[in-house]
């Protein structure tokens, strides 16, 4: 198969490159901006554009079998213009399971155009991963890493009883995988979480026991800081954190699997297991101590 992969320089394109180099039966295109890192992408053949233009998007699919599009579902839109060009009809889409916040901006974005699939006519498969860990890549876990790394307190905001389920990158590029190559995936829609569901406190203390580290868990209640966070963006101040945040730690963040690990074989590790090994590859890169 000749596959299309946008999004190849970030946590899950990478893992997905790896598998599919592993593999060996499949030839791979890698749609990147000029600005992209493509050392990272080991030599691959690169097609340059922009996910937000189907031009370019059009270009980078001709000769293509299939498309696995990494790269955002908001540029939805513009993937299916430029398929329905090319007459490419297979498609894996990653979107979020953000998809099922209660929170509307949240899920919103994502079930929209996760919603035009169904009328474009192509074979689509939707993938929806939990927050994503497992290098220096990753957009949360390895800045936790490295705050415990340097700190002896770290502050929670509310309870820390909300459930997290963080997925480790090479799972869900099996699953991304499994999902674009077995029969009977078309039209359908798979959430691809880590194994099973552990509270932030618990994912902190596991977070620093990886670490090596002993670390005092401050409580901050999360409403007054939320109300600050509000105040201060209508003051245009530059924030670490938004309002928005804060308030999503009050919802659980959990999900069923059982349709992926019947259908597509899917078997997340252990959230233990991949945290040892992110704070390996941060060591190797010093990152962390």
Same mark, same amino acid.
């Given at each position: ?60 699919? @001709? !000769?293509?079998? %299939?498309?696995?599009?990494?790269? =955002? ?6 993937? +299916?213009?430029?398929? &329905? ?88 590029? @099996? !699953?991304?995988? %499994?999902?674009?190559?077995?029969? =009977? ?6 959430? +691809?979480?880590?194994? &099973? ?93």
């Amino acid at each position: 198969m000749k596959i299309l992969v946008s999004g190849s320089t970030g946590l899950l394109g990478q893992g997905l490159l790896r598998l599919l180099r592993e593999i060996g039966k499949h030839e791979v295109r890698c749609f990147v901006r000029r600005t992209s890192l493509v050392e990272r992408l080991g030599g691959l053949e690169l097609a340059y554009g922009d996910a937000g233009d189907a031009d370019s998007i059009a270009r980078a699919l @001709r !000769g293509m079998d %299939a498309f696995v599009h990494v790269a =955002g579902i908001r540029y939805t839109p513009e993937v +299916l213009e430029a398929m &329905r060009r090319t007459r490419v009809e297979r498609l894996v889409i990653v979107s979020s399971t953000s998809a099922h916040s209660r929170f509307e901006f949240r899920s919103a974005p994502r079930l929209v155009n996760e919603a035009l699939l169904a009328g474009s006519e192509l074979r689509w498969t939707v993938a929806r991963p939990s927050m994503i860990y497992g290098s220096e890549l990753d957009h949360n876990m390895h800045k936790l890493l490295r705050f415990l790394d340097r700190s002896p307190v770290f502050p929670i905001f509310g309870s820390g009883e909300n459930l997290w389920q963080p997925v480790y990158y090479e799972d869900l590029a @099996r !699953g991304v995988y %499994a999902a674009l190559t077995k029969p =009977g995936t078309d039209g359908q829609i798979y959430d +691809l979480p880590g194994p &099973r569901p552990l509270t932030y406190l618990d994912l902190v203390r596991t977070a620093a026991g990886a670490l090596g580290k002993s670390t005092r868990i401050v409580r901050i209640p999360a409403e007054p800081v939320r109300r600050t966070l509000v105040l201060a963006e209508r003051m245009g101040l530059p924030l670490p954190v938004s309002s928005e945040q804060v308030l999503r730690l009050r919802e659980d963040k959990a999900y069923s699997y059982e349709k992926a690990r019947e259908e597509l074989g899917y078997a997340p590790r252990a959230f233990k297991e991949g945290i040892t090994l992110e704070v390996g590859r941060l060591r190797e890169i010093g990152m962390v101590r």
